[in-house]
Each structure stands twice: as structure tokens, then as C-alpha cells.
RNA sequence: GGCGAGGUAGCAAAGUGGUAAUGCACUGGUCUGCAAAACCGGUAUGCGCGGGUUCAAUUCCCGCCCUCGCCUCCA
């Protein structure tokens, strides 16, 4: 198989093969979340795309080393875990645990490395010194300090906003009023250090300046420094924190040292919601659990947000996840298909696991538990459909496409074994959990329904087609579907 | 105003200089007493609009319209 993939840069403008500097481990970062609150489906398009890439990039043999850091100290996480009347490391511990429970859930994979922002001061303050003895920060005269972008000439690089003029629009004349703002010498340089202000709290760290904490870009780039070094091969977030978030990451990290930052930028497109933008005042900022509450799945989740380039936006909707939960359905079918074809078939998965969302992931089938899943066999043109700038809906359409073309129930054993193992190696690469098929066995019929059923059953048997017809729009008026085989019926929820 | 992304069937979404994957939905058939499942088919002469280049454009070029994002702390 192709040995790498390849994928769009955001500074360069072109598509270049990722490949790890070392030769060996691909290293990169991953900006994560504010943990102040409950992570919404379109931070999770984000994070989903970045699990995808890095599966992708081990499934063709080379290691990774991924870190994504937990910003737990900013204005918003101040001020809600005063909100909440807690310690700020209750709170954001609190909803970091949240967050994982989330990303086991959607089937991420964890990062290597997950730091804190508030573990790292000594290294952020180690950064500040740095700057300032480069002349490239300075110090306000409330004890506040910023990075002086007109030191640094490539900034705006990324962004390509480098001939820009600073229009001075609604939230500019805004914060220009602001007497923090004041404190600058330019519009353009960005807190590094924010001096300590009362509505901080408890919230404060001593520093050469004064007290105060770290301006949110710098702990991404002090972090970096100490677990990645001064370059390495990829960064990656949302397109919005290209602008100023990433730039400015560039401008403290290249100020700071010789190194060239990240060698790849890795931008994932927004997710939209009903065709628009999401936004917590038209109330579609969706959580797994509101739509854990409607009745989806976690996994359905991941499909839908992978069903999308990562570059493009993609709409989200409420029949996308149904559309989701068939699209699976039809490749768990035809796993089972594959696996009852197969020569010895391996205790069925699909029986040891219970339809379940809400579980963790290990007690879901995953194909990551397969030993020799290491190829994609048939699947190859869905492989390097894949390689291609992580071309995953393309990747999804030859996997149905390959399916549809094998007929998994025609295959003679051999072939079934070498299908089911490519559809394993695409499914692991692409972080798919294959839910249980819905079939015969409904739990939890009642029992007038089961004895309705019967009554229908024993008609039929007597060819008594009128009363075994009426039993059986009683029983959908009812909401159950009664499906017949040679051996008997089922009752399955409608 | 600047920068960027996008406009492909009812919905979603790939893709290509040579006439449109795939999933959902819908629909015809086989099978079934009837259904369900399964299997075999069908469903965009068309890819925002108008020009241009070309033997040939949805795919390249130009102009225009529309949507979305960013333009200081939002993935």
C-alpha cells in the first residue's frame, strides 16, 4: 500500500505528503478545548478529523506522537467556575473529565500527551523572558505584557493577512475603549501576560511582572517547546484559530527560538447546523448528550462528522444521523455476511457486545481488536482514496461500492476472510465501531403484544390469512413489525 | 472592504478535460399467502448563472450571483 498520506497545508497552499522529520514518529498538535462547559458536535468535527488523520498516518506503519492540550485558565473558565462556586481546578477537571468521557465515546483515540495550561506557567514565563530579552515583548504599566508584532516580519504569513489594514470594526472600536487595550502600543500586539485584575479571583500567578496569568496563545506554544521542540511535522485545529490564534502561536514560538514551528497546517472546516452557522441563541449547539436524549448513538455521531471533507463545512442535520445509522447498519450487515463465510469464524462479536451507546468504548466491537487487520485487501481503492488529502467520503463511497461489487454472501471462504479483514483495516483507520445488526430479538416485548403475536403466528399457520392480517395491523398500529422466517416470527419495535 | 471555503439529484456528499461514486429517501422486480429481510434494477442529458478556450467542460479561464467562515482570544 501507498506508504503516506497527503495532505493539504494551510501556509503553503498545496497538498505535500506527510512524513515525520525524524524519519521515524510523526509528531504533531492538536489545539483542544476551553474546558468550561460541555463540548458541542462541531468542536468534535475537529477533533474527529484529527483522530482520522492520525489513524490514517499509523495505519500506513508510521508511530505518532500526539499532543493536544486543555486550555483550564482563561476569562471564561474564571468566570464560570466562580459562577459555579468552585476551585478553578474543580471546575475545569470536572468538565475535562466530561470531555473524555465524550472523545471514549466517539471513539478517539487519547493523545499521547495531554498538558494543562495551568502545569505549564514556569514554561510560559520562561517563554515571556525569552521574548522580552529578544525585544520582541514589552510590559505595560499595569503588569501586563505583549508581543510587539511589528518584531517579527512574517507575521500574517499563515493567515495571508500580512498586507491587511486593521479596519477598525465593531468589537475593535469596542475593546479599543477598554483600558486594557490602552496598555498596547499597537492594535496588532496580543497579551502574552495579563496582569492580575480583581474579577480574577484566587485565579493568579506570580511572574516577573507582576501577578497575573498566561494570555491564552502562548501556553500552546510554550507546551509545544517542551514536548514537541522547536519544530516538528504538523499543527492542527479549527480554520477560525488561523486567525490570530495560530499566527501569533508562529510569532512567540519563532521569536523564542531558531526553529521553524510546525512544518504542516492542518485547518478542519466548521460544521453547520440546519444549513446555518450554530449558535447557542438559535439553540443548535448540540452536545452528544442532547443527542444521546433523541435516541443516537455516539458512533452514529462520528459517522455523520465524517461524512464530510474535512475542508469543506458540513451541514449538519437530524437525518444526517439517521442516514448514519442505516449507512452502518448496511456494513455491519455485510460483516456479518463476510463472517459467517469465513473458514472458522472467531467467537461473533456481534453476540458478546449489547446494542449500547452510552458505554465506553471497550465494550463495543471495535475492529482494532483483530490481530492481523493490517491491509486493505479489496479495499484498496478505498485505502488511497484515503491517502489523498484524507479523502474520507470518497474513502466511505468505495467502501460500499467494493461491497456492493463483492456480494459478501457469494464469497467462497477464503475470499470472505480477506474481505472481512480489509473492511476491519478501513473501519479501524477510520475509527468506526460497527453497532450490533437490529434483527430478530427484541428484549423487551410486552407480553399482550407477544400474545398477540402468537395469536397471528397460530393463524397463519392455519392459513387463516383475514385473522392473521388483521392481528398484524393491530400489532403495527401498536407499534411493533412482526417478521416472519421458516422457523417462526419476531417482534421488533416499529 | 480584505482573506478563505463552498454552491453537484428530494436530502447528504465524492469526483473528473471525454460525458456524473456512494449513503439516506423514493421506486420497479424476484422472493414471500401478504409483509419484512435479502437479492436484481430505476431515479441528475445534468453538476449556481453568463461568457470564453477546446474536437470535447460539470471539470480550465474571465465576469457575475448566492451561502458560510475569519478579520483579536470561537473547533
Given at each position: 500500500m501507498p506508504a503516506h498520506l497527503t495532505l493539504h497545508?494551510?501556509?503553503?497552499?498545496?497538498?505535500?505528503?506527510?512524513?515525520?522529520?525524524?524519519?521515524?514518529?510523526?509528531?504533531?498538535?492538536?489545539?483542544?478545548?476551553?474546558?468550561?462547559?460541555?463540548?458541542?458536535?462541531?468542536?468534535?468535527?475537529?477533533?474527529?478529523?484529527?483522530?482520522?488523520?492520525?489513524?490514517?498516518?499509523?495505519?500506513?506503519?508510521?508511530?505518532?506522537?500526539?499532543?493536544?492540550?486543555?486550555?483550564?485558565?482563561?476569562?471564561?473558565?474564571?468566570?464560570?467556575?466562580?459562577?459555579?462556586?468552585?476551585?478553578?481546578?474543580?471546575?475545569?477537571?470536572?468538565?475535562?473529565?466530561?470531555?473524555?468521557?465524550?472523545?471514549?465515546?466517539?471513539?478517539?483515540?487519547r493523545p499521547h500527551i495531554e498538558p494543562s495550561a495551568v502545569a505549564h506557567i514556569p514554561q510560559q514565563i520562561a517563554m515571556i523572558e525569552k521574548l522580552a530579552a529578544g525585544g520582541h515583548a514589552y510590559a505595560a504599566a499595569d503588569g501586563s505584557v505583549y508581543f510587539r508584532v511589528s518584531s517579527f516580519k512574517d507575521y500574517g504569513k499563515l493567515s495571508h493577512l500580512e498586507d491587511r489594514e486593521l479596519r477598525l470594526g465593531a468589537s475593535e472600536a469596542a475593546s479599543a475603549t477598554d483600558s486594557d487595550e490602552y496598555t498596547k502600543d499597537s492594535l496588532t500586539d496580543f497579551a502574552l501576560w495579563k496582569a492580575r485584575k480583581p474579577e480574577d479571583g484566587e485565579n493568579f500567578w506570580p511572574s516577573p511582572w507582576g501577578e497575573g496569568r498566561p494570555g491564552w496563545h502562548l501556553e500552546c506554544s510554550a507546551m509545544i517547546l517542551e514536548y514537541l521542540g522547536e519544530d516538528f511535522d504538523l499543527h492542527s485545529g479549527g480554520v477560525d484559530l488561523i486567525f490570530p490564534h495560530h499566527e501569533n502561536e508562529i510569532a512567540q514560538s519563532c521569536c523564542s527560538t531558531h526553529g521553524k514551528f510546525a512544518h504542516h497546517w492542518m485547518h478542519v472546516a466548521h460544521l453547520m447546523v440546519d444549513g446555518g452557522k450554530m449558535s447557542k441563541s438559535i439553540g443548535n449547539l448540540y452536545t452528544l448528550e442532547d443527542l444521546a436524549k433523541r435516541g443516537y448513538s455516539a458512533a452514529e455521531v462520528r459517522y455523520v462528522l465524517i461524512s464530510g471533507h474535512y475542508s469543506a463545512?458540513?451541514?449538519?442535520?437530524?437525518?444526517?444521523?439517521?442516514?448514519?445509522?442505516?449507512?452502518?447498519?448496511?456494513?455491519?450487515?455485510?460483516?456479518?455476511?463476510?463472517?459467517?463465510?469465513?473458514?472458522?469464524?472467531?467467537?461473533?462479536?456481534?453476540?458478546?457486545?449489547?446494542?449500547?451507546?452510552?458505554?465506553?468504548?471497550?465494550?463495543?466491537?471495535?475492529?482494532?481488536?483483530?490481530?492481523?487487520?493490517?491491509?486493505?485487501?479489496?479495499?484498496?481503492?478505498?485505502?488511497?482514496?484515503?491517502?489523498?488529502?484524507?479523502?474520507?467520503?470518497?474513502?466511505?463511497?468505495?467502501?460500499?461500492?467494493?461491497?456492493?461489487?463483492?456480494?459478501?454472501?457469494?464469497?467462497?471462504?477464503?475470499?470472505?476472510?480477506?474481505?472481512?479483514?480489509?473492511?476491519?483495516?478501513?473501519?479501524?483507520?477510520?475509527?468506526?465501531?460497527?453497532?450490533?445488526v437490529l434483527e430478530e430479538v427484541a428484549a423487551d416485548v410486552p407480553p399482550d403484544i407477544q400474545a398477540l403475536a402468537q395469536q397471528r403466528w397460530d393463524a397463519k399457520q392455519a392459513k387463516d390469512w383475514a385473522t392473521a392480517d388483521t392481528l398484524r395491523k393491530q400489532l403495527e398500529a401498536a407499534g411493533w413489525l412482526i417478521k416472519d422466517s421458516k422457523e417462526g416470527f419476531s417482534v421488533v419495535a416499529k
Open positions: 497545508d494551510t501556509l503553503t497552499r498545496t497538498d505535500r505528503e506527510v512524513t515525520p522529520l525524524d524519519g521515524q514518529t510523526l509528531r504533531f498538535y492538536c489545539c483542544g478545548p476551553t474546558v468550561y462547559g460541555p463540548a458541542h458536535i462541531g468542536n468534535f468535527r475537529t477533533f474527529v478529523a484529527q483522530d482520522v488523520m492520525r489513524r490514517v498516518v499509523e495505519a500506513s506503519g508510521t508511530p505518532t506522537l500526539h499532543v493536544r492540550n486543555i486550555t483550564d485558565v482563561d476569562d471564561k473558565t474564571i468566570r464560570d467556575s466562580q459562577k459555579a462556586g468552585q476551585s478553578l481546578i474543580d471546575f475545569t477537571q470536572s468538565w475535562t473529565a466530561k470531555f473524555h468521557t465524550d472523545c471514549d465515546a466517539l471513539n478517539l483515540l463545512p458540513l451541514n449538519f442535520t437530524m437525518h444526517s444521523l439517521d442516514s448514519a445509522r442505516q449507512a452502518l447498519q448496511k456494513m455491519a450487515k455485510a460483516d456479518k455476511a463476510l463472517e459467517r463465510g469465513s473458514p472458522n469464524p472467531q467467537h461473533s462479536a456481534s453476540d458478546s457486545n449489547p446494542p449500547s451507546s452510552s458505554d465506553g468504548d471497550s465494550t463495543l466491537r471495535s475492529p482494532a481488536a483483530d490481530s492481523e487487520v493490517r491491509a486493505p485487501g479489496p479495499f484498496s481503492e478505498a485505502w488511497d482514496t484515503l491517502l489523498k488529502d484524507l479523502n474520507v467520503p470518497g474513502a466511505l463511497g468505495s467502501i460500499f461500492g467494493t461491497l456492493n461489487k463483492l456480494k459478501p454472501a457469494a464469497l467462497n471462504p477464503e475470499e470472505a476472510a480477506a474481505t472481512r479483514n480489509g473492511l476491519h483495516f478501513m473501519l479501524q483507520t477510520l475509527g468506526i465501531v460497527l453497532p450490533p
